[in-house]
């Protein structure tokens, strides 16, 4: 089974400054996709920003960028000029190449605090 | 154009009642998940469906069942429930493209 791994409970950062959240998985899967998610105190999930495993360029969304390193099984993302609405929780999430069978893998989350 | 909507938001029960979620999709999508979310944990996998008629365990099935009689309609149903049910439940459907998984706002589970 696959396994996804955030290792910072919980992050700070300076308003404007920039952050870096980390996250790992375990997958024997050749092709996959992985995922960030936001969830501000309304619970609602927001995608953030995705990447597909067979494409070698990291993905990038506005202030919002991955990186993601296949061969170290490694997915983080960083958000630059952070701002007071970035403060959520984010969590990293798989998805095999299962077709619609492949629910999402999450790990545990990292709760992101943005000072203002 | 709701996307996905969950109804209730809120729900309290006592031990051993019975009650039903409802998830309903405008989107027209195929597949359809039900997640739960417990405190300091990410969200995991219940039930899901890859179409009308059809459902498949997921992570945590157990003490639940699902019903998906109309493709826009995902029924998750606790037969007797446990305070180990008490979580926040979301329902979720997929792109049929992009890869991404919509979800609804979630319900508010609390099992006394």
């Known amino acids: 089974a696959q396994t996804v791994t955030q290792s910072q409970p919980e992050m700070s950062v300076q308003e404007a400054e920039t952050v870096t959240l980390s996250c790992t998985y375990d997958t024997s899967e050749s092709d996959y996709y992985l995922f960030w998610y936001k969830q501000p105190p309304s619970r609602q999930m927001i995608l953030v920003i995705r990447q597909e495993a067979y494409k070698q360029q990291n993905a990038t969304e506005n202030r919002f960028s991955v990186n993601f390193q296949k061969a170290a099984k490694s997915f983080s993302l960083k958000i630059s000029d952070s701002q007071l609405g970035d403060a959520a929780m984010y969590f990293c999430?798989?998805?095999?190449?299962?077709?619609?069978?492949?629910?999402?893998?999450f790990g545990k989350g990292t709760h992101l605090i943005i000072q203002p | 154009n709701a996307g996905v909507t969950q109804t209730p938001k809120f729900r309290v029960l006592k031990t051993g009642q019975s009650m039903t979620l409802l998830c309903a999709q405008d989107?027209?999508?195929?597949?359809m998940y039900w997640y739960r979310q417990d405190p300091g944990m990410g969200l995991r996998l219940i039930h899901y469906s890859v179409g009308e008629g059809t459902t498949a365990k997921g992570e945590v099935p157990d003490g639940y069942n699902v019903s998906r009689l109309k493709k826009q309609n995902f029924l998750l149903g606790l037969e007797s429930a446990a305070p180990s049910q008490t979580s926040v439940y979301f329902c979720?459907?997929?792109?049929?493209?992009?890869?991404?998984?919509?979800f609804g706002p979630g319900t508010r589970l609390t099992v006394l």
């Open positions: 979720a459907t997929l792109g049929p493209t992009s890869g991404e998984q919509f």
């Open positions: 989107m027209n999508h195929e597949y």
């Open positions: 999430a798989y998805r095999g190449s299962g077709g619609g069978a492949d629910g999402l893998t």
